[in-house]
């Protein structure tokens, strides 16, 4: 007996339909997760060099800063810096002749210079403004969104002439409109320590829920699905200790 070919029922091509489809979600799915962990590689790996780049460039500049004792007197190059992030500002008096360290890091031989980071809060970007050779504000990285700085103060000392006695040791760490109400003031500290948010370029996947990040002694809240980065360091002043 010869069976003729039937075709396919409705709940056969309903049931090929749906197999087809759960196939083509888990292709896309993960095509989007493989998408998603690349990205992510890729930002880490830019953020963690990016943040290399800002310690060795600051912790140079830093550790040779402190060379005296006041306020630092401003020059007509330098500009007024936004109150978003904190402005550390570092100078360097040296003998005739001997190079001053600009901000990329070169150096010109000069006998005093001051270079003063700051975050443009406009652009997310790490400035530095150089009183050496006019040169104003630049832009040294971008995707950077705070900068926190907090000051190591010795309140030991009384300000007896030549004192030595604990001058390395650190018992509060204060921000810098605290410093001058020390009776320590500047001449107190001894060591300085910064810590900053880095951000990816774009948002990283689809997460924007909210997310705290603590910087030193401050917490800050993002919802832009960005991956962020946060470090500190603490730098000796060798002039000071």
Same mark, same amino acid.
């Given at each position: 007996?010869?069976?003729?070919?039937?075709? #396919?029922?409705?709940?056969?091509?309903?049931?090929?339909?749906?197999?087809?489809?759960?196939?083509?979600?888990?292709?896309?799915?993960a095509?989007? *997760?493989?998408?998603?962990?690349?990205?992510?590689?890729?930002?880490?790996?830019?953020?963690?060099?990016d *943040? +290399? #780049?800002?310690?060795?460039?600051?912790?140079?500049?830093?550790?040779?800063?402190?060379?005296?004792?006041?306020d630092?007197?401003?020059?007509?190059?330098?500009?007024?810096?936004?109150t978003?992030?904190d402005?550390?500002t570092?100078?360097?008096?040296?003998?005739?002749?001997?190079?001053?360290?600009?901000c990329?890091?070169?150096?010109? $031989?000069?006998?005093?210079?001051?270079?003063?980071?700051?975050?443009?809060?406009?652009t997310?970007?790490?400035?530095? &403004?150089?009183?050496i050779g006019g *040169?104003?504000?630049?832009?040294?990285?971008?995707?950077?969104?705070?900068? +926190?700085?907090?000051? $190591?103060?010795?309140?030991?000392?009384?300000?007896?002439?030549?004192?030595?006695?604990?001058?390395?040791?650190?018992?509060?760490?204060?921000?810098?409109?605290?410093?001058?109400?020390l009776?320590?003031?500047? &001449?107190?500290?001894?060591?300085i320590?910064?810590?900053?948010?880095?951000?990816?370029?774009?948002?990283?996947?689809?997460?924007?829920?909210?997310?705290?990040?603590t910087?030193? &002694?401050?917490?800050?809240?993002?919802? &832009?699905?960005?991956? +962020?980065?946060?470090?500190?360091?603490?730098?000796?002043?060798?002039?000071?200790?």
């Amino acid at each position: 007996m010869i069976q003729r070919q039937r075709g #396919f029922t409705l709940l056969e091509m309903a049931l090929a339909s749906l197999l087809t489809t759960f196939i083509v979600l888990i292709v896309v799915q993960a095509y989007q *997760a493989n998408q998603q962990s690349y990205q992510y590689q890729t930002a880490i790996t830019r953020i963690q060099a990016d *943040a +290399r #780049f800002v310690s060795t460039l600051m912790i140079k500049h830093l550790s040779l800063a402190g060379t005296g004792a006041g306020d630092v007197s401003g020059t007509t190059d330098l500009i007024n810096f936004p109150t978003v992030s904190d402005t550390v500002t570092t100078t360097n008096d040296y003998s005739g002749g001997d190079p001053v360290s600009t901000c990329n890091g070169t150096g010109t $031989g000069l006998a005093t210079g001051t270079s003063a980071f700051s975050i443009d809060a406009t652009t997310s970007s790490l400035t530095c &403004d150089s009183s050496i050779g006019g *040169a104003g504000n630049q832009t040294l990285l971008e995707n950077v969104e705070h900068m +926190r700085v907090l000051y $190591g103060v010795n309140t030991q000392l009384d300000g007896v002439a030549g004192e030595t006695l604990d001058s390395e040791s650190i018992d509060r760490w204060v921000d810098a409109s605290v410093v001058p109400t020390l009776a320590v003031g500047w &001449d107190g500290v001894r060591a300085i320590q910064v810590g900053f948010i880095l951000r990816s370029e774009n948002a990283i996947g689809l997460d924007t829920s909210l997310r705290s990040y603590t910087l030193l &002694d401050r917490t800050v809240v993002k919802n &832009d699905g960005r991956l +962020r980065y946060v470090f500190s360091f603490t730098v000796a002043l060798r002039n000071r200790i």
